[in-house]
Nanobody, 116 residues
Framework: QVQLVESGGGLVQPGGSLRLSCATS????????LSWYRQAPGKERELVAV????????NYADSVKGRFTISRDNAKNTVYLQMNSLKPEDTAVYYC?????????WGQGTQVTVSS
């Protein structure tokens, strides 16, 4: 059974940091690109960051470049999103995604709220 379980969300003040984790099981983690998406109320889900299966390449939305870092640990089947210098506009539900040419898996999401 495929599982992606996000954790690490919460309430943080502007300028603060959070580290999201996505623990996975049920598929061959190292064969998949991993991504973080987010969806704010009333908005479409958007891609935040992606890392290739090898971890050798990453890409980020312009809105988070220089503030967020995606990484993966293939030994732990886990992907991370380090979020620094958080802004109120980063408030959203953050979702973990695993994708290759034959399958696409999603987690249930974790809420991140940036507010003073």
């Amino acid at each position: 059974q495929v599982q992606l379980v996000e954790s690490g969300g919460g309430l943080v003040q502007p300028g603060g940091s959070l580290r999201l984790s996505c623990a996975t099981s049920g598929f061959t983690f190292s064969f998949y690109a991993l991504s973080w998406y987010r969806q704010a109320p009333g908005k479409e889900r958007e891609l935040v960051a992606v890392i290739t299966s090898s971890g050798g390449s990453t890409n980020y939305a312009d809105s988070v470049k220089g503030r967020f870092t995606i990484s993966r640990d293939n030994a732990k089947n886990t992907v991370y999103l380090q979020m620094n210098s958080l802004k109120p506009e980063d408030t959203a539900v953050y979702y973990c995604n695993a994708n290759n040419r034959v399958a696409d898996y999603w987690g249930q999401g974790t809420q991140v709220t940036v507010s003073s």
